[in-house]
Protein backbone atom coordinates (compact mmCIF):
# COMPACT_ATOMS: atom_id res chain seq x y z
CA UNK A 1 0.00 0.00 0.00
CA UNK A 2 2.72 2.38 0.76
CA UNK A 3 3.69 2.32 -2.95
CA UNK A 4 0.80 2.60 -4.14
CA UNK A 5 -0.45 5.67 -2.19
CA UNK A 6 -1.14 8.74 -3.91
CA UNK A 7 0.21 7.29 -7.36
CA UNK A 8 -3.03 4.90 -8.10
CA UNK A 9 -6.39 4.45 -7.68
CA UNK A 10 -7.42 1.50 -4.88
CA UNK A 11 -10.61 0.08 -4.14
CA UNK A 12 -10.73 -1.41 -0.95
CA UNK A 13 -14.14 -3.60 0.11
CA UNK A 14 -15.01 -4.96 3.76
CA UNK A 15 -17.96 -5.76 5.94
CA UNK A 16 -16.15 -4.71 9.70
CA UNK A 17 -16.94 -1.13 10.16
CA UNK A 18 -13.96 0.87 10.89
CA UNK A 19 -13.84 0.67 14.83
CA UNK A 20 -13.59 -3.01 14.43
CA UNK A 21 -10.20 -3.07 13.21
CA UNK A 22 -8.47 -3.30 15.71
CA UNK A 23 -9.83 -6.96 16.59
CA UNK A 24 -8.97 -7.63 12.70
CA UNK A 25 -5.40 -6.92 13.38
CA UNK A 26 -5.14 -9.22 17.16
CA UNK A 27 -6.32 -6.32 19.14
CA UNK A 28 -3.57 -3.66 18.50
CA UNK A 29 -5.73 -0.80 18.25
CA UNK A 30 -2.71 1.54 17.43
CA UNK A 31 -2.33 -0.23 14.39
CA UNK A 32 -5.55 -0.42 12.86
CA UNK A 33 -5.90 3.34 13.90
CA UNK A 34 -2.36 3.95 11.56
CA UNK A 35 -3.66 1.33 8.88
CA UNK A 36 -7.08 3.25 8.49
CA UNK A 37 -5.27 6.65 8.72
CA UNK A 38 -3.11 6.14 5.66
CA UNK A 39 -5.96 4.31 3.77
CA UNK A 40 -8.78 6.80 4.16
CA UNK A 41 -6.62 9.91 3.37
CA UNK A 42 -7.51 11.68 0.15
CA UNK A 43 -10.65 8.73 0.03
CA UNK A 44 -14.34 8.30 -1.06
CA UNK A 45 -16.08 6.21 1.64
CA UNK A 46 -18.78 4.74 0.36
CA UNK A 47 -21.13 3.18 2.85
CA UNK A 48 -23.65 0.20 1.10
CA UNK A 49 -26.28 -0.94 2.88
CA UNK A 50 -29.24 -3.60 2.40
CA UNK A 51 -28.90 -6.87 1.53
CA UNK A 52 -25.70 -8.37 -0.42
CA UNK A 53 -26.36 -8.78 -4.61
CA UNK A 54 -23.80 -11.35 -4.69
CA UNK A 55 -25.90 -13.13 -2.07
CA UNK A 56 -29.41 -12.90 -3.15
CA UNK A 57 -29.23 -16.07 -4.82
CA UNK A 58 -27.34 -18.47 -2.60
CA UNK A 59 -29.56 -17.47 0.74
CA UNK A 60 -32.80 -18.85 -1.31
CA UNK A 61 -31.08 -21.86 -2.10
CA UNK A 62 -29.42 -22.62 1.62
CA UNK A 63 -33.51 -22.48 2.54
CA UNK A 64 -33.94 -26.23 0.43
CA UNK A 65 -36.40 -26.27 -2.54
CA UNK A 66 -39.87 -24.41 -2.54
CA UNK A 67 -42.54 -25.91 -1.20
CA UNK A 68 -44.45 -28.46 -3.83
CA UNK A 69 -40.66 -28.64 -5.67
CA UNK A 70 -37.86 -30.88 -5.77
CA UNK A 71 -34.53 -30.08 -5.60
CA UNK A 72 -34.24 -29.49 -9.39
CA UNK A 73 -37.17 -27.24 -8.87
CA UNK A 74 -39.54 -29.13 -10.94
CA UNK A 75 -42.78 -29.68 -9.90
CA UNK A 76 -43.20 -32.49 -6.62
CA UNK A 77 -45.19 -35.74 -8.26
CA UNK A 78 -44.99 -34.76 -11.97
CA UNK A 79 -43.34 -37.18 -14.73
CA UNK A 80 -41.88 -35.49 -17.39
CA UNK A 81 -38.92 -37.55 -19.47
CA UNK A 82 -34.94 -36.16 -19.00
CA UNK A 83 -32.41 -36.47 -21.86
CA UNK A 84 -30.14 -38.77 -22.07
Known sequence: MSHLYTRTAVA???N????AW???FGGDEVLAAAILDRLLHHSH????TGPSYRM???LGSLAGPAPGRDAA????GGTH???T
Do not use: E, N, S, Y
Request: overall charge positive; proline content about 0%; charged content about 30%.
Open 12 to 14: LTT
Open 16 to 19: VAFD
Open 22 to 24: GRV
Open 45 to 48: VFHI
Open 56 to 58: KDK
Open 73 to 76: GDAA
Open 81 to 83: ARG
